[in-house]
């Protein structure tokens, strides 16, 4: 070494999972949904992020989100449907039964709403996810 320190020695242990809420069921406020830059150099597409708050329990103030794609395999902009995971979420945050062929759905309704949550682990160890919403009983 050159006796100068120019590395980065000290860290603040975290705990585990980070700030995101660990598998389970969980009362969360929707904050909304971004678009996610791709990275088109390697083949990535640009991905919508839905955003929770987790509102209760041990978990209270964790961050909650789930991604879901803007483009299909072929380039063609992906859509709700009643068997995707965008159109699950959609049925969920909206109280809709089904989705029906054609029409425009907003998500503004949805914003600062609380909703049940199912939190799922991620694929291959990664980081835990949303899967499923529903709004709480009336």
């Known amino acids: 070494m050159n006796g100068q320190d120019d590395g980065v020695y000290e860290f603040v242990v975290g705990e585990p999972g980070g ?40 978990h209270q103030g964790k961050a909650a989100s ?41 998500l503004k309704p949805a914003v600062g709403k609380t909703y049940g949550l199912k939190v799922e682990a991620g694929k291959q160890g990664g980081k835990p996810s949303v899967t499923s919403v529903m709004k709480p009983p009336a």
Do not use: I, Q
């Not at 660990?22 to 830059?37: I, L, T």
């Not at 699950?88 to 907003?106: E, F, I, V």
């Open 19 to 58: 700030s995101y809420p660990p598998p389970g069921d969980y009362w969360g406020e929707f904050v909304g949904a971004e678009r996610m830059p791709g990275n088109p150099a390697e083949g990535k597409p640009d991905l919508l992020r839905f955003k929770w708050k987790v509102t209760a329990g041990e």
């Open 66 to 106: 789930c991604l879901c794609d803007t483009v299909n395999a072929d380039g063609s902009p992906h859509r709700p449907t009643e068997g995707n995971k965008l159109g699950r979420l959609l049925k969920g945050l909206l109280g809709l039964p089904k989705l029906d062929p054609g029409s425009n759905l907003s």
